[in-house]
Nanobody, 112 residues
Framework: QVQLVESGGGLVQAGGSLRLSCAVS????????MYWDRQAPGNERELVGT???????NYADSVKGRFTISRDNAKNTVYLQMNSLKPEDTAVYYC??????WGQGTAVTVSP
């Protein structure tokens, strides 16, 4: 059974940082493209960024230069490092594998 568990969300002031983790079990995450998405209240879910099985990363323009996706293959975990956070980054963040398996999300709130 494939499971993804996000953690690391919370409340932070604008300009601060958070690191989200996505622990994967039941599948070798390194073999797949991994995605981080987010959904703000009242908005549709949007793609934040991706990391391919080869380690190539891509980001939405809104987070480029501030967010970094990485993976620890030994821990079967993917990370989303978020720096210089803005109130508009407030959302529930989800990791997923291949747009097929999703975690339950972790909430991030950025105060002005």
């Amino acid at each position: 059974q494939v499971q993804l568990v996000e953690s690391g969300g919370g409340l932070v002031q604008a300009g601060g940082s958070l690191r989200l983790s996505c622990a994967v079990s039941g599948i070798i995450a390194n073999n797949y493209n991994m995605y981080w998405d987010r959904q703000a209240p009242g908005n549709e879910r949007e793609l934040v960024g991706t990391i391919t099985s080869g380690g190539t990363t891509n980001y939405a323009d809104s987070v480029k230069g501030r967010f970094t996706i990485s993976r620890d293959n030994a821990k079967n975990t993917v990370y989303l490092q978020m720096n210089s956070l803005k109130p508009e980054d407030t959302a529930v963040y989800y990791c997923n594998i291949g747009r097929r398996y999703w975690g339950q999300g972790t909430a991030v709130t950025v105060s002005p």
